[in-house]
């Protein structure tokens, strides 16, 4: 997996608040058996003003240009800022994908839906929750600063504001640890293979009808 | 002894290992597997060299791109059929067992694991898909999983999990005629919001809850992930024991009685601590029509579209707009008044047997409104639709103009050829209204089978305790 250490990135903001995972990516994109390839279809049906569908040519497509990812000051976002909880819904891995797929590696938020949330940590993305009080501080700043760039280290659990304002925030130890030496964590549970096997035992004669 | 709720026993009996920060790798006793978020898992395991660690927990189905017509020709779209067709192949590799589409118990992965007992009480149950909670019903752990997690239940038969809290809703006294489980976990999720159980196992409980058949608890648990909780769960009583017996996956004989005697204790301790509890009066809940583009945002059927400007938090009431231009609703507009294009009654929530009958009992001897554009019903699986048709229920659906599907998810994610017209409105009675989510630009109303039915009949909605 890719470790995530520290980043400075372009901001892009999206001021809305339940963003679900159809919207992420939506379920058309859904047919592909690889994990790659989302990301021009990132908020497809907000991005552009066409219906789309796997295998058109999107650089023809007719782009919403309200949509702020269209918005010029806004390409090489690396950092998406969006309200409560973003990515709630289905539990397709797809919209991780798709963010990353685009250059996104770090999602904040004053909260997440559990799914998204998880299944950033397996992609070597960081979701990050802060306050909404210090996300609209971000919103505002982001709006009126053209370039407008956070620098986001997991190390010290901070997210930097251009104008020095630091903000903390939380992560499960184990999962940051994962994150920062872009660990595979089936390697890690297969580590505990004993207990596993130990764990099965004692089920098969405790009931024994969960094993056929 | 500490008193424990039903989810911490589930939880506990669980545990292969855990950390002092509560790290935990917890066992999975059943994983379902369907052709959408499975491909990359089965890669991975092939790019890392592993192998299954059990394949006999492993059950498959293909649902969500499957046609609902006929299947005899295959799959049209080449993009699907690629899909189902890498499912069918990934399990032959690994034995793992599959329902393939041409198989009678083919099926909504979330109706044919109960159906088939390969969900059972006390069981963790996990499936790359949010609406797992279903299976919650029988007081199994169920949640949906990403795709990274998939491949790692299949190479560990484990999860990284941390504990959830514990969270109650308590469904006081009874519904009145015409309201359904459907009905009470709308209601519900319009009081708690769609993160209002964010962190959190729901356990559903009190006499409402008691007195809904085990499709009625299916429909409630399947959509506690529309409220953000992690998973719902219902006490196992002699329902859930009745609904699981003799079933193909079920145990059998003196296992049978092993595990009948097990499951008594699958349900919280008098003296148990919550999180948190929310009650509610079933008297006061009515059927439900959702109006916006989120679960939450959902009144009762006499009730109006609510006007944002009456809202004081402004993201909300932005998002209250958003929802009404796309809904293409004005506020103040009385639900009854608002007319369809189409009406779907299927998906994981509300397509099993007993929900084709309350549709069927609405529907009888009427015919569905000229104005609609299209009325179907798409059975939850092969076994609901040969049931449904041994009863004469598409008989009743198809002289009133419906059309009577082949199984699978259809029109409730539109991944297959199923799905609305930008523009076109549709009383559903799956789980998500969100933008897009039946077809670009498509309009959702989330709704129970009888009142989608009678919504069918009379081209707008009505309320179904005043129907004849």
Redesign the interface.
């Given at each position: 997996m890719q470790k995530f250490e520290k980043l400075t990135g372009l901001v892009v903001p999206i001021d809305r608040s339940n963003v679900d995972t159809d919207a992420i990516i939506p379920k058309q994109f859904l047919k592909s058996i690889h994990r790659t390839g989302f990301g021009p279809n990132l908020f497809d049906a907000w991005r552009y003003l066409d219906h789309g569908e796997p295998g058109m040519d999107n650089s023809k497509r007719p782009l919403n240009a309200d949509f702020v990812l269209n918005d010029e000051r806004y390409q090489g976002a690396q950092i998406l800022i969006a309200r409560t909880n973003f990515g709630c819904g289905s539990s397709r891995e797809h919209a991780v994908w798709a963010l990353q797929d685009y250059g996104i590696r770090a999602v904040v938020a004053p909260s997440f839906a559990d799914i998204f949330y998880n299944n950033c940590f397996k992609n070597g993305m960081l979701p990050v929750v802060l306050e909404e009080n210090d996300m609209d501080q971000l919103f505002k700043e982001a709006e009126a600063t053209p370039g407008y760039s956070l620098d986001v280290d997991l190390s010290a659990q901070t997210v930097m504001t251009p104008g020095d304002d630091v903000f903390r925030f939380n992560v499960d130890g184990f999962r940051k640890q994962c994150l920062l030496d872009g660990l595979d964590d089936i390697g890690l549970t297969l580590q505990h293979r004993q207990h596993i096997e130990a764990y099965e035992q004692r089920r098969r004669s405790e009931a024994p009808w969960l094993f056929r | 002894m500490i008193a424990k709720t039903l989810y911490d026993k589930v939880w506990d009996a669980h545990v292969?290992?855990s950390?002092p920060?509560g790290?935990t790798?917890l066992?999975i006793?059943r994983h379902l597997v369907h052709e959408?978020?499975s491909?990359?898992a089965f890669?991975g395991l092939r790019l890392?060299n592993?192998r299954p660690?059990r394949i006999?927990a492993a059950l498959a189905v293909a649902d969500?791109?499957v046609p609902t017509t006929d299947r005899s020709q295959g799959i049209d779209?080449p993009?699907?059929r690629?899909?189902v067709e890498?499912l069918d192949s990934n399990c032959q590799e690994y034995g793992i067992t599959v329902f393939d589409m041409h198989d009678l118990r083919q099926g909504i992965v979330h109706v044919i694991g109960p159906e088939q007992g390969a969900t059972?009480p006390?069981?963790t149950v996990v499936c790359?898909?949010?609406h797992t909670t279903t299976h919650g019903a029988f007081g199994a752990l169920a949640f949906?999983?990403?795709?990274?997690?998939v491949?790692?239940v299949l190479?560990?038969?484990?999860l990284?999990q941390?504990k959830?809290g514990n969270m109650r809703i308590m469904v006081d006294n009874q519904v009145g005629v015409g309201v359904t489980g459907k009905d009470i976990v709308l209601a519900v999720i319009g009081e708690i919001g769609?993160?209002g159980g964010?962190?959190h196992t729901l356990e559903f409980a009190g006499d409402a809850i008691r007195a809904l058949s085990m499709e009625g608890r299916m429909t409630v648990c399947n959509m506690s992930?529309e409220a953000?909780a992690?998973a719902g769960l219902i006490a196992v009583d002699d329902k859930t024991i009745d609904y699981v017996r003799g079933r193909p996956?079920a145990?059998k004989g003196r296992?049978?009685e092993?595990?009948v005697q097990?499951w008594q204790d699958l349900k919280s301790d008098d003296d148990a601590v919550f999180d948190r509890t929310v009650h509610f009066d079933a008297t006061t809940i009515k059927p439900q029509v959702t109006w916006g583009t989120?679960p939450e945002m959902v009144v009762p059927i006499d009730g109006r579209v609510p006007d944002p400007e009456k809202e004081d938090d402004a993201?909300?009431r932005?998002?209250m707009q958003?929802a009404l231009e796309y809904m293409g609703l004005q506020p103040g507009k009385a639900l009854e008044d608002i007319p369809l294009d189409k009406v779907f009654i299927g998906s994981c929530t509300n397509a099993r047997i007993e929900d084709l009958r309350a549709a069927a009992n609405v529907i009888r001897g009427h015919k569905v409104a000229a104005s609609l554009k299209q009325a179907m019903v798409v059975p939850g699986s092969g076994l609901v639709k040969q049931q449904a048709e041994s009863e004469g229920l598409d008989k009743i659906f198809r002289e009133a103009g419906f059309e009577w599907r082949e199984p699978g998810c259809s029109m409730c994610?539109?991944?297959n050829a199923d799905r609305l017209e930008?523009g076109e409105r549709c009383a559903s009675t799956s789980n998500?209204n969100?933008?897009?989510?039946q077809g670009?630009?498509g309009r959702t109303h989330l709704v129970s089978p009888a009142m989608a039915a009678a919504a069918a009949i009379a081209g707008h909605f009505v309320d179904v305790r005043e129907w004849d």
């Open positions: - | 292969v290992r950390d920060d790290t790798l066992y006793d959408v978020t491909p990359q890669e890392a592993r660690w006999d969500h791109n779209d993009v699907s690629i899909q890498a059972l006390g069981m790359g898909d949010s949906g999983i990403g795709t990274s997690e491949e790692h190479a560990t038969q484990c990284i941390k959830s769609m993160a964010t962190g992930i953000g992690r996956f145990p296992l049978w092993q595990a097990a989120s993201i909300k932005e998002g958003r994610l539109a991944m930008s998500r969100f933008e897009g989510r670009q630009g």
